[in-house]
């Protein structure tokens, strides 16, 4: 199975093709490297299949989800790491994990209080 697959996947910004109709398959258990020179559109790339941002046109579907058409089903099924640590300092690692948790709509405090 595809856990990935992106098709035609483009992005113009001021008319500028900064992604370029990429299309590409990955299979469940692969891990796979997005190699580029800076401003290849790697992280442009990452937004839209995050569902951050909108393709300009083309498509691209997370465990047979359409980022364009069922956003919320992809962010569901999706965890994204960033260069910064996207972590709030003023809470406690608890806090983190019971905030971060219930944002996917998971009852965490429950959980952790049986452990
Ligand atoms: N919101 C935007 N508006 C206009 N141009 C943008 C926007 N976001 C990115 N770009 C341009 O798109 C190109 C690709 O940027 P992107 O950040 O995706 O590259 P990258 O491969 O992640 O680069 P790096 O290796 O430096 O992180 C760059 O030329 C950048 O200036
Ligand atoms: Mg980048």
């Given at each position: 199975?595809?856990?990935?697959?992106?098709?035609?996947?483009?992005?113009?910004?001021?008319?500028?093709?900064?992604?370029?109709?990429?299309?590409?398959?990955?299979?469940?258990?692969?891990?796979?490297?997005?190699?580029?020179?800076?401003?290849a559109?790697?992280?442009?790339?990452?937004?839209?299949l995050?569902?951050?941002?909108?393709?300009?046109?083309?498509?691209?579907?997370?465990?047979?989800?359409?980022?364009?058409?069922?956003?919320?089903?992809?962010?569901?099924?999706?965890?994204?790491?960033?260069?910064?640590?996207?972590?709030?300092?003023?809470?406690?690692?608890?806090?983190?994990?019971?905030?971060?948790?219930?944002?996917?709509?998971?009852?965490?405090?429950?959980?952790?209080?049986?452990?």
């Amino acid at each position: 199975m595809n856990i990935v697959e992106v098709n035609e996947l483009t992005k113009i910004y001021d008319g500028r093709k900064i992604v370029d109709s990429i299309s590409l398959k990955i299979k469940k258990g692969e891990i796979f490297g997005l190699l580029g020179p800076n401003g290849a559109g790697k992280t442009t790339t990452v937004s839209m299949l995050s569902c951050l941002i909108p393709p300009t046109s083309g498509d691209a579907f997370i465990e047979g989800k359409s980022i364009v058409r069922e956003s919320m089903e992809v962010k569901r099924r999706i965890g994204v790491v960033p260069q910064e640590i996207a972590l709030y300092p003023t809470l406690s690692a608890k806090e983190n994990l019971i905030f971060w948790g219930e944002m996917y709509g998971h009852l965490v405090e429950e959980n952790l209080e049986k452990e």
